[in-house]
Antibody, heavy 121, light 111 residues
């Protein structure tokens, strides 16, 4: 059974960097089949896919156009986890952030518990 | 902001059938990679309900079914139950350009 456990601060100041980690159990971040994703949800933007990382002999990342200039997703094979960094945050980045696994079907079959991140001074 | 359009709410009495629509375009649903549906209970993460048009993960009751045609999809709950009261989202994948897109969400109320 795959489980995703999120950790990270719930409050970030404007202009600073949001950082969240997703620890994986029951699967491996470096497996060939799945991709490892970050998704956020807010009343104004709904569910929004932010980006993914995956291993196919090399590491690859893909990011949503809306955050491409500010986002980095980093895998850590030694700890079997992956991390989201979103820099230069504004109050518009306030949302519940989820990590999620995507299978070969392009769905999201396992989700983390969610982290409410508030951007406020 | 959501790319796929869903009705904000639908309701029905216990035992009734309700259908939720999801309208996209040739760049997402019409691209043919499948439509997936999620159920979100208050305060929890979305849960995969239907994958690739009309497949149910283990444990999902067979009163949930879905279909896809062209650039639209729909989710049907047959025999509505009180525990089905939740938000429902559709999701698709277009291409490396459009990536993953979600619906705006539909709140199902059991009367």
């Amino acid at each position: 059974q795959v489980q995703l456990q999120q950790s990270g601060p719930g409050l970030v100041k404007p202009s600073q960097t949001l950082s969240l980690t997703c620890a994986i159990s029951g699967d491996s971040v470096s497996n060939y089949s799945p991709t490892w994703n970050w998704i956020r949800q807010s009343p104004s933007r709904g569910l929004e896919w932010l980006g993914r990382t995956y291993y196919r002999s090399n590491w690859f990342n893909h990011y949503a156009v809306s955050v491409r200039s500010r986002i980095t997703i980093t895998p850590d094979s030694s700890k079997n986890q992956f991390t989201l960094q979103l820099k230069s945050v504004t109050p518009e980045d306030t949302a519940v952030y989820y990590c999620a696994r995507s299978s070969g079907n392009f769905d999201f079959d396992y989700w983390g518990q969610g982290t409410l991140v508030t951007v406020s001074s | 902001q959501s790319v796929l359009t869903q009705p904000p709410s639908v309701s029905g009495a216990p035992g009734q059938r309700v259908t939720i629509s999801c309208t996209g375009s040739s760049s997402d649903i019409g691209a043919g990679s499948g439509v997936h549906w999620y159920q979100q209970l208050p305060g929890t993460a979305p849960k995969l309900l239907i994958y690739t048009n009309n497949n149910r993960p283990s444990g999902v009751p067979d009163r949930f079914s879905a279909s896809t045609s062209g650039t639209s999809a729909s989710l049907t709950i047959s025999g509505l139950q009180a525990e089905d009261e939740a938000d429902y989202y559709c999701q698709s994948y277009g291409s490396s350009l459009t990536d993953y897109v979600f619906g705006s969400g539909t709140k199902v109320t059991v009367l």
